[in-house]
T-cell receptor, first 113, second 112 residues
Framework: DGGITQSPKYLFRKEGQNVTLSCEQNLNHDAMYWYRQDPGQGLRLIYYSQIVNDFQKGDIAEGYSVSREKKESFPLTVTSAQKNPTAFYLC????????????FGPGTRLTVL | GENVEQHPSTLSVQEGDSAVIKCTYSDSASNYFPWYKQELGKRPQLIIDIRSNVGEKKDQRIAVTLNKTAKHFSLHITETQPEDSAVYFCAAFKTSYDKVIFGPGTSLSVIP
């Protein structure tokens, strides 16, 4: 299914808690991305990374943090500073250079109780 | 930065009819325009893409057209089938920007 996995599929969190979403790919892709999707809305970019040990903020980075210590992994931490974290989170990866298709993971649905 | 608009937000067609979704982008330097399909509860998947040096591309029942001067591109689905029902996202990409900007999506319903 594209070689990119996310875990867990469903995640419940109490208010005030940090939580980390996992994203792993075995496609040897350089670039990885995190998107947030709210019901009936599009894909909003949270963070992206073009290379190991480097990442950039997307359009809605506040309240989130990431790391890119390995090429295969790009975990996303949703911190307590994120005021409305309940959403569907999608990770994606793509090869380097132009015209490269983004492959998406199956997503994690986060619900704050 | 780049901004991508998409219309309509919802679209209902009878099975067998055609469906057209239109997108506009703001940055004339964008040079790659993919279209993704997301079925309910699933991940988005690329269905067709077009580069800025091409005006039209077709793949079976799906076609995409690009008008660089007007900065808009469209997805055309002919002979629609119920399995075409999904949310469709257009996107624009600029090499130097290094990230894809997605439109807000169009929810397509094909009525049997």
């Amino acid at each position: 299914d594209g070689g990119i996995t996310q875990s867990p599929k469903y995640l419940f969190r109490k208010e005030g808690q940090n939580v980390t979403l996992s994203c792993e790919q075995n496609l040897n892709h350089d670039a990885m991305y995190w998107y947030r999707q709210d019901p009936g809305q599009g894909l909003r970019l949270i963070y992206y990374s073009q290379i190991v040990n480097d990442f950039q903020k997307g359009d809605i980075a506040e309240g989130y943090s990431v790391s890119r210590e390995k090429k295969e992994s790009f975990p996303l931490t949703v911190t307590s500073a994120q005021k409305n974290p309940t959403a569907f989170y999608l990770c994606a990866s793509s090869g380097a250079g132009s015209y490269n298709e983004q492959f998406f993971g199956p997503g994690t649905r986060l619900t704050v109780l | 930065g780049e901004n991508v608009e998409q219309h309509p937000s919802t679209l209902s067609v009878q099975e067998g009819d055609s469906a057209v979704i239109k997108c506009t982008y703001s940055d004339s330097a964008s040079n790659y325009f993919p279209w993704y399909k997301q079925e309910l509860g699933k991940r988005p998947q690329l269905i067709i893409d077009i580069r800025s040096n091409v005006g039209e591309k077709k793949d079976q029942r799906i076609a995409v057209t690009l008008n660089k001067t007007a900065k808009h591109f469209s997805l055309h689905i002919t002979e629609t089938q119920p399995e075409d029902s999904a949310v469709y996202f257009c996107a624009a990409f600029k090499t130097s920007y290094d990230k894809v900007i997605f439109g807000p999506g169009t929810s397509l319903s094909v009525i049997p």
